[in-house]
């Protein structure tokens, strides 16, 4: 999604039957490396950054941030 500044938003959805009290923690942890991945597509294929990453739990319906300055690919 392109925002209001130039950059973009990704939004990853998750269908994952994560439930535990931790399953931000558990996801973030699981995707991580894909949404780092997806993050540097947009960026190469659009030549603007990507301010957010987003995961979305259709399991618990709750947006989990990640700090794109800190995705790393294979971290």
Known sequence: TENNDGTYTV????TDNVK???????????????LAFYCKAVEDITGKNVSRAVIFSFASMEEI????????FGQ
């Open 11 to 14: 939004i990853d959805f998750k």
């Open 20 to 34: 535990a009290e931790n399953a931000a923690d558990i996801l973030t942890e699981r995707y991580k490396n894909q």
């Open 65 to 72: 941030e990640l700090d794109v300055k800190n995705l790393k």
